[in-house]
């Protein structure tokens, strides 16, 4: 059962991803949105964190809100070397923080001729009481890559 809403544009071009985690939605949650710590269990996205729009240098506060500014380190196809050059640096632009719903989104800043996504992230409860996490070639597997690496670090003890 998904927890993401419906797109709010079509394109042609529709990527997602899921696994089910054994462990409470809350701490799923709660790994899902400290952006700083990512880089301990996700082997695409290697560092995420809130800074200023101008300078990109890092905000004290790394809460994500609605409106925040988000710089990401992406590694496509994923990996856990943390020496390679990341394929990627975006600047995205946080769109929705929904804890009552376990939903957060952000979108891309590139002009919308040359690329428009929005990447969602919700987590749902399946039928055994477990967890579910959805996503929406190499980008594929770095988007399993995030749903299996917060499978790995909720389940841990």
Request: net charge negative; with cysteine; hydrophobic share 35%.
């Amino acid at each position: 059962m998904s927890n993401l809403p419906s797109p709010s544009f079509q394109g042609p071009l529709m990527i997602s991803a899921s696994s089910v985690i054994d462990a409470p939605i809350d701490k799923v949650w709660q790994i899902l949105v400290d952006f700083t710590s990512y880089a301990e269990w996700n082997t695409s996205v290697h560092k995420q964190i809130i800074v200023d729009s101008s300078s990109k240098e890092p905000l004290p506060d790394q809460t994500p809100h609605e409106g925040s500014y988000l710089l990401m380190e992406v590694h496509i196809p994923p990996t856990s070397d943390r020496s390679h050059t990341p394929t990627s640096r975006p600047l995205e632009l946080i769109t929705a923080v929904d804890p009552a719903a376990h939903r957060v989104a952000w979108k891309n800043l590139m002009p919308s001729w040359l690329l428009r996504a929005e990447r969602w992230q919700a987590l749902s409860v399946v039928e055994d009481g477990r967890h579910c996490t959805r996503r929406g070639s190499g980008l594929q597997q770095g988007f399993q890559a995030v749903a299996d690496g917060l499978k790995r670090q909720a389940e841990q003890s």
